[in-house]
């Protein structure tokens, strides 16, 4: 874009949010922010915007040549992102209404929890936004995958993705005569409870998840003392983010280390765990990997 059309559009921008009253434009009748509002769209996007890192890559696993204009900046962090390499190809942005606004989206992608502000004046502003939820279960992750191939009219490049997803899943499903119990374990003693998909990957590599013993169904913080009872077979952390953190140093604690004599090197990691797309499988191998590890010291 030519830098005078950048200025006159950034001016036509400002002008728009100082008005009082706005009301949406044209292409707002097209989406809503309900996840189904893709039904009501006729025509398929061509110019979109992701605003989420986990939109992000279903985006670019779903979307169709040059269909995606751009994707966060979060997406070429390799400590979040599965999909570093293949965000390369894309120009990123950090979230602001105003850029994204100044790249004429006819549609924008957003997770319930990205920045609101940003979403609310970009509807405003009559531009078509998909509010994407997190995923809680590895069930949602076909569920999502299936969402972004309507909105993006790639139905079919979705029930690609899906079957492949599904069927690698139902490889993991196989008799298991043991279950290690292990306990997830972030900064500020964050943990995973039962209703999560961090949970599920658990569960789904034929690992017990403690955090439902001593009553976590959700995520929350688990005091040092409560998981120094519940005695794991292993401690599985995050790995640290460099610098130092107050809030990482609880991983270091002497029982933690005690707890994790099993298996010292059990760490997730995040870029696997953090979204729910196909790359959760990468998460299940590798806790598979510590099942068997656990199995084999306890013989």
């Not at 299936?146 to 909105?151: A, D, H, I, P, S």
């Not at 994790?260 to 959760?280: I, K, N, Q």
Request: hydrophobic share 40%; proline share 6%; aromatic share 4%.
């Amino acid at each position: 874009m030519r830098s005078s059309d950048r200025i006159t559009r950034l001016a036509a921008f400002t002008l728009m949010v100082g008005a009082a009253g706005l009301s949406p434009g044209p292409g707002a009748a097209g989406l809503s922010p309900d996840p189904g509002a893709a039904d009501q769209v006729t025509a398929a996007p061509r110019r979109v915007v992701s605003m989420n890192l986990c939109t992000d890559q279903l985006a670019m696993l779903v979307a169709g040549t040059g269909q995606l204009l751009s994707i966060s900046d979060l997406s070429r962090d390799p400590r979040s992102s599965a999909m570093v390499d293949a965000a390369a190809a894309y120009p990123t942005h950090h979230g602001r209404a105003e850029e994204i606004y100044l790249m004429q989206p006819d549609l924008v992608i957003a997770g319930s929890f990205t920045a609101r502000a940003s979403v609310d004046m970009l509807k405003r502003l009559g531009i078509p936004v998909a509010v994407f939820d997190p995923a809680d279960s590895l069930t949602d992750v076909a569920d999502r995958l299936k969402q972004m191939g309507e909105v993006l009219h790639q139905q079919d490049r979705a029930e690609t993705l899906i079957a492949q997803f599904e069927a690698r899943l139902a490889t993991f499903q196989t008799e298991i005569a043991s279950h290690p119990r292990a306990a997830i374990y972030h900064a500020n003693g964050y943990t995973a409870g039962d209703k999560t998909l961090a949970s599920q990957i658990l569960t789904t590599a034929g690992l017990a998840n403690i955090a439902g013993e001593v009553g976590f169904s959700d995520a929350g913080f688990l005091p040092l003392e409560v998981l120094a009872m519940a005695q794991p077979d292993t401690v599985i952390t995050s790995r640290p983010y460099p610098g130092g953190s107050r809030s990482e140093e609880i991983m270091e604690h002497p029982v933690i280390e005690t707890l994790r004599r099993a298996r010292p090197e059990a760490a997730m990691t995040d870029s696997d765990w953090v979204c729910g797309t196909p790359y959760v499988l990468q998460a299940i191998d590798d806790m598979v990997d510590l099942r068997r590890d656990l199995q084999g010291a306890t013989r």
